[in-house]
């Protein structure tokens, strides 16, 4: 759910970062069929997603959830490190904002 964070990771293509936030939607999906670029960014995203999870910082951060929500625990988590990415986007990254999600809705339209 941090899409953000894994296309500001990704290569900077089209298909990279198309792959970079498959690895929330790809259940089921034939990743063969994928081409090359796309199939390397989404191995990469869940690459990412399990170092991220197996940090203690966010594994106690998941912790700090109340016990009806620790399901969603990881999916909130995400969500934030998107919001505080964004905010602090200008400071922390050395391609524009724009630039990312405009890649990303090309890739959208493309594939």
Do not use: C
């Not at 625990?73 to 986007?89: A, K, N, Q, R, T």
């Amino acid at each position: 759910m941090n899409y953000l964070a894994h296309a500001s990771l990704a290569e900077r293509t089209d298909e990279a970062r198309l792959g970079s936030i498959l690895g929330d939607f790809s259940k089921g999906l034939v990743e063969d069929d994928l081409p090359g670029d796309v199939r390397f960014a989404l191995e990469e995203h869940r690459a990412v997603d399990q170092w991220f999870d197996a940090l203690p910082e966010v594994r106690a951060a998941k912790g700090l959830f109340p016990r009806s929500l620790r399901r969603f625990s990881g999916i909130l988590i995400d969500v934030f490190v998107d919001h505080f990415l964004v905010l602090e986007w200008d400071r922390l990254a050395d391609e524009p904002l724009g630039d990312v999600t405009a890649s990303l809705y090309r890739s959208f339209e493309t594939y």
